[in-house]
């Protein structure tokens, strides 16, 4: 039976910190879900950015070292 108690009690903490986290949450409002979407997409043109530059940045040093060769 330990082997059985090994196996349930951890399905068990889990089914019930879940319940617990599941009951802490509540829905946002108007307010709450404009600021989160906003800094969300916010985060997504900075990391455009920061994609678009490095990609702009490597795209010469990559034809200076392939057309070296």
Do not use: Q, W, Y
């Amino acid at each position: 039976m330990d082997a059985m108690d090994s196996v349930v009690d951890p399905l068990r903490d889990f089914a019930r910190d879940s319940v617990r986290l599941v009951k802490r949450c509540h829905k946002p409002d108007r307010k709450e879900f404009t600021k989160v979407a906003f800094r969300t997409a916010i985060g997504f043109v900075v990391m455009g950015f920061v994609g678009f530059f490095v990609k702009l940045i490597f795209i010469p040093i990559n034809n200076i070292i392939v057309g070296s060769s």
